[in-house]
């Protein structure tokens, strides 16, 4: 990571999504995907996402989630391995969290333990 990285790092709502799960859309089993990906639909099953994962309003994730970035409108049933965990006011996350750092809007919802390790370590 350079030094200016923090700098010129571009917000995971603004970067180009490889992978879209889309409204309306059940997916039974696992998901990998590189890069950015955003689920509106429903995934029954663990989601690995190399980069960074949106999960939108409508969107409904059954299982363990690990990737670096992430950002939760919708809802979320299972453990969090992340870097960076941002819960917006319709969010709702039930199960473990393991992030390096967190930001939780007025009206989210979270239940469950919490481990937070500096950056550093994570990376």
Request: hydrophobic share 40%.
């Amino acid at each position: 990571m350079g030094v200016f990285s923090k700098k010129n790092k571009i917000a995971l709502d603004l970067q180009a999504i490889s992978t879209l799960i889309s409204e309306g859309s059940v997916i039974t089993g696992n998901v990998k995907a590189p890069a950015f990906a955003r689920i509106d639909g429903q995934v029954n099953g663990d989601v690995y996402v190399d980069e960074g994962l949106i999960l939108g309003e409508k969107g409904v994730v059954q299982g363990t989630v690990t990737t670096k970035e992430m950002i939760v409108y919708g809802t979320l049933n299972g453990n969090i391995t992340v870097q960076s965990l941002e819960i917006k006011g319709t969010g709702k996350i039930t199960g473990d969290i393991e992030t390096g750092t967190l930001l939780v809007e007025a009206g989210g919802v979270y239940n469950g333990h919490l481990a937070m390790a500096s950056a550093k370590t994570k990376a």
